[in-house]
């Protein structure tokens, strides 16, 4: 694991804009006990250097009509490194699949997928997943009531230099 080089001011930047990243940089610095400039010079070089990979909204799904989630372990056929590439390819460009993880147990991925009820899911399930050649069995586990998600990342329990 690549060692984590930020100083403690770096620390409670990112632990601030993880909590709300609508903060304007008055308001982040003042958080931080930086003056404005040295604050968004930090910013900017965090989000250059790959620490900070983006901002985005957090939806609500059932707002949206999206209340049907399942996570499926999918295990596949042979491990050719151009065939799983491609598998990757494909289920990363479904807009259902809303996190991909390649993991290690009894199935090879992990995939959440997000879609408006049940019907839904079957129509991604029959027709776009198992259509996939490679794929050789689907275990699916339904969300029954989500009790945390998009939480903030623990950097307090990480040992930082």
């Not at 620490?51 to 949206?64: N, V, W």
């Not at 999206?66 to 065939?83: E, M, P, R, Y």
């Not at 009531?145 to 998009?150: C, E, P, Y």
Request: net charge negative.
């Amino acid at each position: 694991m690549p060692k984590c080089e930020l100083d403690a001011i770096d620390r409670r930047i990112v632990t601030e804009l993880q909590t709300n990243a609508r903060l304007s940089n008055i308001e982040l610095a003042d958080r931080v006990g930086l003056s404005p400039s040295p604050c968004l010079r930090r910013v900017r070089r965090l989000e250059q250097e790959g620490y900070i990979d983006g901002y985005r909204a957090s939806l609500r799904r059932g707002r949206l009509g999206l209340g049907f989630s399942a996570f499926l372990g999918v295990k596949i056929s042979g491990h050719a490194n151009d065939q799983a590439l491609s598998f990757e390819r494909t289920v990363v460009a479904m807009p259902e699949v809303v996190a991909c993880h390649l993991v290690a147990g009894e199935a090879d991925y992990l995939l959440e997928i997000v879609v408006p009820e049940l019907e839904d899911y079957q129509r991604f399930l029959v027709d776009k997943l198992l259509n996939l050649p490679i794929v050789q069995e689907v275990r699916s586990s339904i969300a029954i009531q989500t009790l945390k998600a998009d939480a903030p990342l623990p950097l307090a329990h990480l040992s930082w230099p």
